[in-house]
């Protein structure tokens, strides 16, 4: 008993002890901001995810403007899953099937996978962002689903850039959906690929566009008012006194694309 004891102090100040999730086994690592849990990847691959989500901490804070008023530690820490493969991480964590990351906020928890598209450039960052963006503006604030997703979007470089040229394409195409419409778009594991893939392009278009063409000090504010409790469209128009609504957004990010087409 005494050895058992000792040989899990051990393995804690290692940071590597063994737990256990529902009826899964997880050794677990801990960091100074998160706890790892995985099942059998390599520790290689978990030291270098502690590496990349403590640089992510910071730099998504910096990216969206916002300051920091609590830090993750000892129980505050975020956790992270790790799961095999695609087919572990969509049967064991239930999961859609294109779905390559998942966050939940309340818990601070992300589960995803090793050969996730774009692991540390994409997945991690893109559900820290999530994680450390509802932090600031509270669980119960009324945002739209393609708003947070863009705030998410935003965080993964390739997708901030790449995204205006997918949506001006949807453009040229007739296919691009307006802001109020992709409010009542629900994606489910039956949606079409394509309709995702547009749906994540305009989100991360439009938000790019919000913080980087309408000024981060203005995105603050916006996420302070919804903070505050205010409705969507209310933390606009107190935000931005030209827009009165979702409408007067999409007429200004939709300006910008063809102002902007093929840059």
Known sequence: MKFKIFLTMMLALAGMITSVEG?????????????????????DFVKTVEQQAEYYYQEITDNLGFRRFTTWTFDERAKIYIYDDQDDYIKSARELHWSHGAANTKTKTIRTFPSAHGFFD??????????IFREFVGPLADIPLWFEEGVAMYQEKAKRWGARKAVQKAIAEGKFIPLKELSHTLL?????KNLVNLYYAEAASVVYFMI??????RFVSLCRNLQSGQKFDNALQLTYIRFESIDDLNAAWLKNLKDNHGK
């Open 212 to 217: 980087t063409e309408l000024g981060q000090f």
């Open 23 to 43: 009826q899964e086994q997880w050794n677990e690592y801990r960091a100074n901001h998160f706890i790892i849990y995985y099942k059998n990847v390599p520790q």
């Open 122 to 131: 994409s997945t991690l960052p893109h559900e820290l962002g999530h994680i």
């Open 188 to 192: 489910t594991s039956n949606t079409d």
